[in-house]
């Protein structure tokens, strides 16, 4: 049986985070998320509003870093799950599980109003015209030197 689900989308709100009564921190959240179609007649794109939830580290990284209109990627799991309201009704929630989040605006996007991440770590690939070898300063890698071009495999 396979249970996968990943989501690309924009926050709706910002996340909100929560203790349970054993202290476990749990984040709640939306995404606006493209369908990547429409129909002819329709001059609007079609959008899902889905619920996110995450648990533990990753609902503490996501309520510290992701803010209302970021665009994010989510990786997790779908779960339907059945609850009787306040009035006895009988209801029906679908939901992510989130096992991971990631950003997904680019440094530019983020940095024109996409929210402010402050200290927040950020990741960036070696552009096109500076070689595969070379390493942007403050990086753990080191560049290569006297590589006789030869593979171990």
Same mark, same amino acid.
């Given at each position: ?11 709706? *709100?910002?996340?909100?985070? *929560? ?9 709640? @959240?939306?995404?606006?998320? =493209?369908?990547?179609?429409? %129909? *002819?007649?329709?001059?609007?794109? +079609?959008?899902? @509003?889905?619920?996110?939830? $995450? ?7 996501? /309520?510290?870093? !992701? ?5 994010? $990627?989510? +990786?997790?799991?779908?779960?339907? %799950? /059945?609850?009787?309201? %306040?009035?006895? &009704? ?8 989130? =096992?991971?989040? @990631?950003?997904?605006? /680019? ?9 402010? !991440?402050?200290?927040?770590?950020? !990741? /960036?690939?070696? +552009?096109?015209?500076?070689?595969? &070898? ?5 990086? =753990? ?13």
């Amino acid at each position: 049986m396979l249970n996968k689900v990943i989501l690309m989308g924009r926050l709706t *709100r910002d996340p909100e985070l *929560r203790h349970t009564q054993a202290d476990i921190p749990v984040a709640s @959240f939306s995404l606006a998320v =493209d369908r990547g179609f429409s %129909r *002819r007649d329709d001059s609007q794109q +079609s959008v899902d @509003f889905i619920n996110i939830v $995450a648990w533990r580290n990753t609902a503490e990284f996501v /309520s510290k870093w !992701f803010t209302k209109g970021q665009l994010v $990627a989510v +990786s997790g799991r779908l779960q339907v %799950r /059945s609850y009787k309201d %306040r009035d006895g &009704n009988n209801r029906t929630a679908c939901e992510v599980v989130a =096992d991971e989040c @990631f950003f997904a605006d /680019s440094k530019k996007d983020s940095a024109q109003g996409g929210g402010s !991440f402050g200290a927040a770590p950020s !990741f /960036s690939a070696p +552009s096109a015209d500076t070689g595969l &070898n070379s390493v942007s300063s403050g990086s =753990d890698f080191e560049e290569l030197v006297g590589d006789d071009g030869e593979l171990p495999f």
